[in-house]
């Protein structure tokens, strides 16, 4: 199965799509955790997207394409895959038509402002497996440090207040038209599209995607 999750930020797309993805036997692709391992490996192209993901601004969509294309020609995605956080422009949604990047389904997760805000000032991740905690409602097991290798959690530049407004009106700008396109998409034939609520505990909305990823 190939899935798209689309959401704003701290809408728990990653978090979703670790769980899913373990249950349904597929990769997740974060478009997010392939760039700051980027940015940590190479120092030109690193300075680049330093500058545009602390500010909270989108990376140009050729080079998303070229991560996510070579990424897909890895065997472990040959029966499906968990894109998230790609596409977000419509640029990147025509790039991946024009590649052959099939998808099956999109999902949008809903969640109101307030509710993102409070989850990304509370975030944890452990950079290297790209496992995120929240130090309130997902607490890792001792404070600061990964639950499965002991590592130090770090918090991103990113989610910094400015940057976290900056990043929605973001959304707002671009990713939101692409949910407009994939809706009407879905109507004429296009991969099955569907909404579903981002809030409340994690098991709940775990088991709402879950539902939603059915075959129907
Ligand atoms: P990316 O890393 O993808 O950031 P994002 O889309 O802003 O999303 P986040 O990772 O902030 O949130 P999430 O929805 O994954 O939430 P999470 O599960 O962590 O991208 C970063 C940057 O890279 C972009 O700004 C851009 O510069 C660049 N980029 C990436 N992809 C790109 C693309 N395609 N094109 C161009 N540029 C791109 O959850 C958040 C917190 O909430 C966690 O602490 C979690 O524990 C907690 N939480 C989750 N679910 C719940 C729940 N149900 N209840 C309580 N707490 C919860």
């Known amino acids: 199965m190939r899935i798209v999750l689309i959401g704003p930020p701290g809408a728990g797309k990653g978090t979703q799509a670790q769980r899913q993805g373990q249950q349904l036997g597929i990769p997740q692709i974060s478009t997010g955790d392939m760039l700051r391992a980027t940015r940590r490996a190479s120092s030109a192209l690193g300075e680049q997207l330093r500058e ?66 409070k989850r990304l000032s509370g975030r944890w991740s452990h950079p290297a497996s790209g496992r995120v905690y929240h130090q309130l409602f997902n607490p890792p097991q001792r404070p600061g440090i990964d639950d499965e290798s002991g590592e130090p959690l770090v918090q991103r530049e990113d989610d910094q207040a400015d940057a976290v407004r900056h990043r929605l009106s973001v959304f707002h700008e671009h990713t939101k038209p692409l949910l407009d396109f994939y809706q009407r998409w879905s109507q004429t034939g296009g991969p099955r599209f569907s909404v579903i609520n981002g809030s409340g505990d994690l098991d709940a909305v775990t088991q709402r995607l879950a539902d939603t990823l059915k075959p129907q």
Do not use: H, K, W
């Open 52 to 117: 545009l993901m602390d500010a909270g601004n989108l990376v140009p969509d050729e080079l998303i394409l070229e991560l996510v294309a070579e990424r897909l020609q890895q065997s472990d995605c040959a029966s499906g895959y968990l894109l998230d956080g790609f596409p977000r422009t419509l640029g990147q949604a025509e790039g991946m038509r024009l590649r052959n990047i099939n998808i099956d389904q999109v999902v949008q997760i809903d969640i109101g402002e307030d509710e993102l805000v």
